[in-house]
Every structure is written in C-alpha cells, then in structure tokens.
RNA sequence: GUGAGUGUAGCUCAGUUGGUUAGAGCAUCAGACUGUGGAUCUGAGGGUCGGGGGUUCGAAUCCCCUCACUCACCCCA
C-alpha cells in the first residue's frame, strides 16, 4: 500500500531561494564579506534559536509579538532570534576576553513572526556589522566609511546616507515638555513616516497618535523646517537646542561625522543630515544611519542602524558603547535587479565536459579533473546519452563552453571546445591550452 | 491584528444563463535526429478545478466555512 503523498510546500513567509537567484545573490554577499574584512571586521556566528528571556524586554512591546516563540523538547522558553544585535550584546556580555574594541560581522538568518506582505518575509538575512566597546564618533564614522565602500563595491554611484541623532528628538522632547517616554517613542515613529507619507499626515498623526497640542506641532515642524547644507543645518540646530541640554552631544557628535567623513575624501553630497530620520526600534541611543537609492528612494532605506550604547547593559548592568549598520540584503538585491545591474547567471560551470561512450569516458573525467586544478569550473555530463542532448542542456543552463571528447578526438589525442554562444569550435591538443581559453573569455566578460 | 480582492496543469490564463470525458499557449519528456544546442513537425505525460460542507437530476460555475496568496492599513528589513 501506497503511503499518502505529502504535498511538497514551504511555511507562510519563508521561501527557497533557487540557484538562478542565489547565484548573483551569494556573489553579492562575498562583495559585501570581502568590504567587511577589508576593515578588519570578524565574522561571528550565533545560535538560532535562544533563551526567551535573552530576546524578550529589549525591542518594545511591539516586536515581542513578532517572536517566533516555543516550548522545546526539554520545556526551555526559547525564540527564533528577531535580529542580530542582541545575540552580539549577549556575546559581548558573556565572554570576558574579546579585544575591545570587538569588531564583528554576521550573515545570517532571523525571524519575525509578521504578516508577510511585498517585500517581506518571516525569515530573512541580516547582515551586520558592529563595533563594541567604541565610544568616539570615530567608531560611528567607520559605518559610514563602511556603507560607503559596499555601496561602492556593488557599483552603485548614486546613493545618499542621510544621519540623524536620537538625541536631537531627546532635545525635542524636552523642549516639548514630554517627559513619557511612550509619548516620545509616538513622536519619534511618526517623524520617520515623514518622507513617505508627507507633512498632512504626519500633522494629523502628531495630534491623534502622538497626542501634542498645535502649539507643540509648531515647533516639531519648526525643528523639521531645518534645511541647507550640513554645515548650515548644524548652525541652526545649535541655535534650535540653545537652551536644550540633552540634545548638545547630539549635535556634537554630528559635527565630528562630517569631519571625519569630509577628511576621508567622501563626497559631502552623499552624506546629508536628515532630521526626520529616526528609526524604529527603540535600542538606539545616538546616532542614527539610512542609506536610499537616488534611483529607487520608494524602495526606502538599504543600510541602516546606529548607536546602542545601552543594549550590552542588560546583561551586565553596565553600559558599554556600541554602534552598527546593516544591509538590507534582500531590498538591496531587488533594487539592483530593477536598475539591471545584477548579472544575470543560471550555472557556475564555465564548460561542460560530455561523455561519448564508455570507451571515452577515462579521457573525459581526466580533462574535468585537470581543468578544475587549473582552476576552471568544470562539470561533467553526469546523464550521458545523445551528443545533442548534452548540448541542450548546456544550452539551456547557459554554460559558455562545451568540451567534446569523442573516438575521433581520442584517437589522434585533442578534445574540441565549442563556445556555445558563437557556434565555433576549436581543437586544442593539451587541457592546458582549453583552461586558458576558457579564462580568457571569463575575463572578458568581467571588463 | 483590521479591511478588500483573487484561487483552474510547473508558469500565464480560457472555460457561455449550472449541462456529457475541464481546454490553450509556454515549459517538460519522447520521436523525426546514436558526432553537435537554440528552429520546425509529430506525439506523450501532467488536474481530488485550493480544501471541506451545502443547494441541485447535475457544480470549476450558486451558498456557507476554512486555508493560501495579493493589495491597502499597522509595523518594519
């Protein structure tokens, strides 16, 4: 008796990722890797799945509702990890002898146990960095040298990463005269929709959801209306906060920014000073970072983060400063598609090496072998069968290159190499000669 | 979590006021074609019409429930 067929599917929200994507995709995040390291950043790798208590009282009582959150085997209260910043406060909080400051970087998956829509999914990747035990605007210049050099790397020119401070909208609270700190995260979450919902809506949503009087509209639109070059936004906003102590750092740290990222050689076009960005989890303590797309600026922010000086604290009691940007790898992937910059690729074999007959087939293995050490990626024609079908099939994975090794070949000791877009075909005597074909042409498709 | 819309082959979709055995294009496989892919021709496989219940002589079609997906809110990456 036949069991019953189990219907192959896959949970609301997650998704396989099928070679046509994860090609380009993986070759993305090596670029991505490769900048990391570049500046020094380790990778780290994390659990998937933590103690409850680890993840729970740090997001906001919002995103304790997107846990994905279980009772194990054992009856432990464990999570999905959300993301990957607490998991790295954990880590800078349990081990004793990490280098400070800690420079790590992560690649990884998290989960949300959110209603997927367009662009979003339950299970997603991360990809951090962060430096712990840093507490200078230097460490917070870094992430934007750091966003900087990937968005270069991908060769994407046109892009802007807009900084902020949450201690501006600390500043602005004050000067409100709120002192409840839901009542300011309400103030804070509506400014962020400033950009995408626009200052109607963002006035109406200030009095319903935020609960301020129009007087005190007045001067967020005030502190909003702040505009001009960086150097010009600064000089206003000291003047803004004269009187507004908890906002002074703020700006100091802001200055520094600039400095810094102007002494680096950045182009002050690309960083701007944006007030109205805040960022919605409720972590972050200083300065705030978003990077959009001039090209794309509806697909919102594709690198983000900022300072959280006070998230290693919930383990040791202690602050320890701490700062970080994050690719949003997959916004970031759909955008290079839709400005067609990412190649596309639906095989990593550059030649497929066929098999004639059983007679053959020694020389055949003996050629993949010898061009994979020469560093060529070589596949064999595993299912064998008709010439023609084996050409189809490089055909229709798109593999540039056919190596042909049959009686007539074998006898007088060549193999003949078909470029598969061109139709020519050529007869070479050593593997050699083949491998070095085959690179050249790589080579020219990469210039 | 709230509201609206859509579910027919792997994909895109037809399917008449409810009527016999649910179709097409693309894709797949085989053959024409055992030393050469993309083209053409011929043929084949592939469907519990998302699932369950109801109305009816009869349901892909009408009704109810449910699940999934899409869009807009909420929130975010």
């Not at 280098?99 to 829509?117: L, M, S």
């Not at 934007?144 to 968005?151: E, L």
């Not at 050490?373 to 994975?397: C, T």
């Not at 193999?415 to 074909?437: K, P």
Request: a negative charge.
């Amino acid at each position: 008796m036949a069991s019953a067929l189990i219907e192959p599917r896959v949970l609301r929200g997650f998704r396989d990722y099928l070679p046509e994507e994860m090609i380009p995709r993986q070759r993305m995040i090596n670029t991505i890797t490769a900048v990391f390291e570049r500046h020094g950043f380790a990778p780290l790798g994390t659990p998937a799945l933590e103690y409850s208590e680890v993840l729970l009282g740090k997001y906001g009582a919002d995103a304790e509702k997107l846990l994905f959150r279980f009772t194990d085997n054992g009856g432990r209260d464990v999570s999905l990890r959300y993301d990957l910043t607490l998991s790295l406060a954990r880590v800078a909080a349990q081990y004793g002898n990490l280098p400070v400051p800690f420079k790590r970087y992560q690649i990884a998956p998290v989960w949300r146990a959110e209603r997927p829509g367009h662009g979003r999914f339950r299970e997603f990747y991360q990809c951090d960095v962060d430096i712990v035990g840093a507490a200078g605007p230097l460490a917070e210049y870094e992430c934007i040298q750091v966003d900087y050099d990937v968005m270069t790397a991908l060769g994407i020119e046109k892009f802007s990463i807009h900084v902020s401070n949450r201690k501006l909208l600390e500043g602005l609270s004050s000067k409100l005269g709120v002192s409840d700190s839901a009542q300011s995260r309400a103030i804070a979450r509506t400014i962020d929709k400033l950009p995408s919902q626009g200052e109607g809506a963002v006035r109406a949503l200030l009095f319903s959801d935020a609960g301020l009087n129009s007087e005190q509209i007045g001067i967020v639109f005030e502190y909003l209306s702040l505009k001009g070059s960086n150097e010009a936004i600064l000089a206003q906003l000291r003047e803004f906060f004269a009187n507004t102590p908890e906002a002074h750092s703020g700006i100091e740290s802001l200055e520094a920014i600039i400095r810094c990222a102007s002494a680096a050689g950045i182009p002050e076009s690309t960083i701007e000073l944006d007030l109205s960005i805040a960022r919605g989890l409720d972590y972050y303590t200083g300065t705030v970072y978003e990077t959009f797309l001039l090209d794309l600026p509806a697909l919102g922010s594709v690198m983000s983060g900022g300072r959280y000086d006070g998230l290693v604290a919930i383990f040791t009691g202690q602050d320890v400063p701490a700062v970080g940007i994050s690719v949003g790898i997959d916004r970031l992937f759909s955008g290079l598609q839709e400005t067609g910059r990412i190649p596309q690729a639906a095989t990593v074999s550059q030649v497929l090496v066929t098999v004639f007959n059983e007679s053959t087939t020694p020389q055949s293995l003996q050629a993949a072998t010898r061009l994979r050490s020469l560093g060529v990626a070589a596949e064999v024609a595993v299912e064998g069968g008709a010439l023609r079908r084996q050409l189809k099939y490089a055909n229709k994975q798109h593999i540039p290159f056919a190596l042909i090794i049959g009686p007539d070949e074998a006898e007088n000791g060549t193999m003949t190499l078909r470029d598969m877009e061109s139709g020519e075909q050529e007869s070479f005597s050593t593997v050699e000669a083949v491998a070095a074909r085959v690179l050249e042409q790589r080579d020219d498709h990469l210039s």
